[in-house]
C-alpha cells in the first residue's frame, strides 16, 4: 500500500455481515488530511457501520484499514484512540450524575502525586470551554444541562484528545441551536486548519455544502459516488441518493381517503423539550380508514414523538385526539392496545422483541390476555393456533416457531414485530421505519403486508426516511421539520422535490 500524503486513513474494500444483511458491500473509502469528509445516505445506507468501524467500535467481516500507508487492526476502541481517532455519537455517551469536569476527563484522568488531580480538571475543562465559547461552570451536574449543551460537552472531551487526528462526528448538530451550530462550525475550521480530519455525518444538506470539503455518497451498503463539494449542489447529492430505478411494490388502489371515515384527528398535537423549545409544535393531522398516511422529516424532526403521543410515553403533551369521532384521554400502552391502536417501534431489537424468548411467545406477547382460561392460565392450544395463523398470514419463513427469536433473519424478525401487533386485531397501525436494516427483497414483503392490512380497512401511520419508501406506499404525506408540520402532500404533489424542500424547511432557524 503506497502512501499518499492526502489521505490519512484509506479503508479497503470493507464488508460488514450482520445476520440477514449485509450492511457494507466492498467499500473503500479516503478520509483525507485536514479536511471535512463528509459522507451522506439514507437511513441505514452503512455510513455508521463503517464509522463505528474506523473508531474500534466493531470489527469488519473483511477488508483492510490503513492509516498513512501502514496496515492497522483495531480490536477496540481504545485501539483507534492511541492512534488519534475518536468519534462523537448520536446518542450522547455521558454521565448524567457527575460533573462538568469528570465527563470530560473520564478514562483520561491528570493526576498528582497518586491522587486525581481536581485542580487541573477544572482548568483544563475551563480552557476547552472557551475555546467553544461555552463559559459553562465544570462543577454543573451533566443531567442538569439541556441536550444541545450536552451535546457541546461531548464534542469538548474529544477536542481534550492530545494525538487527535481523525474526528468522527455522528449528526453532531441535531440537537443544536443556529448559534451553537456556527461555534462547532469554527471550531471544525480550526480544527482542519491544523491538519486534523474530520469525518462529519449529517442530513442537513444545507450544512453540508456549508462546512464541508468533500462529500462520499452512500446507497445501500456501497459507496455510490465521490466529490468535491466546490464542484456539486444539492440536487445532485439528492439524486445520488436516491439512485435510479429502485423500486418498491406500488398499491393497487390508493383509498379516495376524502370518501371514507375519519378514523383519528390529531389537533394541535404540543410535546415541550426539556430546557425549553418543542419535540412538537401543534401538530394537526386526520387518519381515514384504510389510508396509509407517510410521515416524512429529517432525524429529530419529530416523527417518531407524534407516535409516542398516540401511545401514551409521553403523558406531558397537549392538544386533542379523537377515535371515531370521540374525544379520548390517552392512557397507558396497553390502554391504547384496548382502544385498537398497534405500535411498531422503530429500534425493533430494544423495543420490539424480547431477545431470549422463542418466535412463538414474541408473537403472541401483546395478546396474551385473550389466551387466558377461566382458572387464570394460559390455553396453549389457543396460543399455538392464533401464532400459527399468524405465521402463515405475514409470511414469516420459520423452520420452527419455538426456536429463539435471533435465530431469524432481519426481515423476519420485523415480520414477527408486524405480527405481534396484528394479533391484537387493531384499527390503527402505528409503524415506526417498519423497513430499517431490512433487505430489498424483505422490505418488499413488508410493504405487500401493509398493503394487504389497508385493504382489510386498518388505516396506517407510516414513518420512513426514504423518500422512495414513503413516496411508494403513502396515499397522504405530512412532512415534519424541527417539530411543525411543513407540508400535507397529496397526488401529483408527492414529489421527491416537495419532501426535501419541505423537510428542510425550518432547520436554519435555532431551537
Known amino acids: 500500500m503506497s502512501t499518499n500524503d492526502e489521505i490519512y486513513l484509506h479503508a479497503e474494500k470493507i464488508d460488514k455481515i450482520y445476520p440477514g444483511t449485509k450492511a457494507l458491500d466492498q467499500v473503500s473509502f479516503d478520509i483525507k488530511r485536514g479536511k471535512v469528509n463528509v459522507l451522506i445516505g439514507e437511513n441505514g445506507a452503512g455510513k455508521s457501520t463503517l ?71 477544572r482548568k483544563l475543562a475551563k480552557q476547552v470551554l472557551a475555546r467553544l465559547n461555552y463559559p459553562i461552570d465544570p462543577d ?47 471550531i471544525m475550521r480550526e480544527l482542519t486548519a491544523s491538519g486534523i ?60 381517503w376524502e370518501k371514507t ?111 387466558v382460561n377461566k382458572f387464570g392460565l394460559i390455553d396453549n392450544k389457543k396460543e399455538d393456533q392464533a401464532v400459527k395463523g399468524m405465521i402463515d398470514e405475514v409470511h414469516i419463513k420459520v423452520a420452527d416457531k419455538e426456536l429463539p427469536i435471533l435465530s431469524l433473519s432481519g426481515g423476519n424478525q420485523q415480520k414477527v414485530v408486524f405480527a405481534k401487533g396484528a394479533l391484537t386485531g387493531p384499527q390503527i397501525m402505528l409503524l415506526d421505519e417498519p423497513s430499517r436494516g431490512i433487505d430489498i427483497g424483505a422490505k418488499t414483503e413488508i410493504f405487500k403486508l401493509i398493503y394487504q392490512y389497508a385493504k382489510k380497512g386498518v388505516s396506517l401511520l407510516v414513518v420512513s426516511s426514504e423518500l422512495e419508501e414513503i413516496i411508494a406506499i403513502a396515499d397522504r404525506i405530512i412532512v415534519l421539520s424541527n417539530g411543525q408540520k411543513t407540508a400535507e402532500l397529496t397526488g401529483d404533489d408527492i414529489t421527491q422535490d416537495n419532501l426535501v424542500k419541505a423537510s428542510y424547511m425550518g432547520h436554519h432557524k435555532a431551537d
Open 197 to 256: 480530519s474530520i469525518v462529519y455525518i449529517s442530513h442537513r444538506l444545507e450544512e453540508l455544502m456549508r462546512i464541508g470539503d468533500f462529500v462520499t455518497i452512500f446507497r445501500d451498503g456501497r459507496l455510490v459516488a465521490e466529490a468535491a463539494v466546490k464542484d456539486i449542489d444539492v440536487p445532485w447529492i439528492v439524486k445520488q441518493m436516491v439512485g435510479e430505478g429502485k423500486s418498491y411494490p406500488k398499491r393497487e388502489v390508493a383509498v379516495d
Open 140 to 186: 454543573t451536574m451533566v443531567g442538569d444541562l439541556r441536550v444541545g449543551q450536552q451535546q457541546m460537552i461531548e464534542i469538548a472531551r474529544n477536542l481534550l484528545i492530545p494525538n487527535l487526528k481523525i474526528l468522527i462526528m455522528d449528526e453532531p448538530t441535531s440537537s443544536l441551536s443556529e448559534q451553537e451550530v456556527e461555534v462547532l462550525f469554527n
Open 261 to 371: 371515515d375519519k378514523i383519528l384527528e390529531v389537533k394541535d398535537l404540543t410535546l415541550p423539550k426539556s430546557g425549553g423549545g418543542y419535540l412538537l409544535n401543534k401538530v394537526s393531522f386526520s387518519l381515514h380508514k384504510g389510508e396509509i398516511l407517510g410521515i416524512y422529516g429529517l432525524l429529530g424532526a419529530g416523527r417518531t414523538e407524534i407516535f409516542e403521543c398516540i401511545m401514551g410515553m409521553r403523558p406531558n403533551h397537549t392538544g386533542e385526539i379523537t377515535l371515531n369521532g370521540q374525544k379520548i384521554e390517552v392512557g397507558s400502552v396497553s390502554d391504547q392496545i384496548d382502544k385498537g391502536f398497534a405500535w411498531l417501534p422503530e429500534d425493533r431489537q430494544r423495543d420490539g422483541l424480547i431477545q431470549t424468548m422463542s418466535i412463538d411467545k414474541n408473537i403472541a406477547l401483546s395478546n396474551i390476555g385473550k389466551y
Open 51 to 121: 464509522m463505528r468501524i474506523i473508531a474500534g467500535i466493531e470489527k469488519q467481516s473483511a477488508g483492510k484499514l490503513y492509516l498513512q500507508g501502514r496496515e492497522v487492526e483495531f480490536n477496540s476502541t481504545v485501539d483507534a484512540r492511541k492512534e488519534g481517532i475518536a468519534i462523537i455519537h448520536q446518542e450522547l455517551c455521558l454521565f448524567p450524575n457527575m460533573t462538568v469536569f469528570q465527563n470530560l476527563f473520564m478514562s483520561s484522568e491528570r493526576t498528582k502525586g497518586g491522587f486525581l488531580d481536581d485542580a487541573e480538571h
